[in-house]
């Protein structure tokens, strides 16, 4: 069984400051973890994408994620918040060793930027 | 290339009556899942095709909630008959990849339709 745990439902920075969305795992496989984002009233957008890679993943708007093992942890970074930032953001798992494949989503972190 | 789409973007129904929400994916993508997002939580899982057949409908609520994909590529799940607590939003995803020991499971996600039972 696969589930994701996000540490905080909402995370408010200042713009200009760094952003950390903290994020948790489990899975019985080898996992494929990724970022997605959600806009009000929008789709849903990959932001970034682990698969076995190497562990420092960059993504769009500079985003960047790490996938450490050891403490079954994969956390979201941006140096410096813009406005447009302000977001939903999901951390995802997909276990690649199954034909299952779908996505067990975590429960979301609301990002609110100030000005 | 083009998205994912579905239609209707929104629906109002009452309760105890039936909807149906349709899905076109992305050229080529054999498979297909469908998700419902109630607010304020993470989307989850309702059932996951690929190409026609069903590979995953263990989340679905198969006493109320049917879907299918005939030809493997246009899907409509529909929900007869709703409940209050049906009230979410339904994504439809579509990903180009499929079988185990593949290193992406990248799926594209349509705009969703929102969905409100009173």
């Known amino acids: 069984a696969q589930s994701v745990t996000q540490l905080d439902s909402h995370v408010s920075v200042s713009e200009g400051t760094p952003v950390l969305l903290r994020c948790n795992y489990s899975?019985?496989?080898?996992?494929?973890l990724f970022w997605y984002v959600q806009h009000p009233n929008k789709g849903l957008q990959l932001l970034l994408k682990?698969?076995?890679?190497?562990?420092l993943v960059k993504g769009i708007n500079g985003f960047e994620a790490e996938f450490k093992k050891s403490e079954t942890s994969f956390h979201l970074t941006k140096p410096s918040a813009h406005m447009s930032d302000a977001a939903e953001y999901f951390c995802v798992v997909s276990d690649r060793d199954t034909g299952r494949r779908a996505l067990t989503f975590g429960s979301g972190t609301r990002l609110q930027v100030q000005p | 290339e083009a998205g994912v789409a579905q239609s209707p973007r929104y629906k109002i129904i009452e309760k105890r009556q039936s909807v149906a929400f349709w899905c076109n994916p992305i050229s080529g993508h054999a498979t297909l899942y469908w998700y419902q997002q109630i607010l304020g939580q993470g989307p989850k899982l309702l059932i996951q095709f690929q190409n026609n057949g069903v590979v995953d409908d263990s989340q679905l609520p198969k006493d109320r909630f049917s879907a299918e994909r005939l030809k493997g590529v246009d899907s409509t799940l529909k929900i007869q008959p709703a409940k209050l607590e049906d009230s979410a939003v339904y994504l439809c995803a579509s990903s180009p990849r499929r079988g185990p020991g593949l290193e992406n499971n990248e799926q594209f996600f349509g705009p969703g339709t929102r969905l409100t039972v009173l």
């Open positions: 899975s019985s496989y080898s996992p494929s």
């Open positions: 682990y698969t076995s890679a190497a562990t």
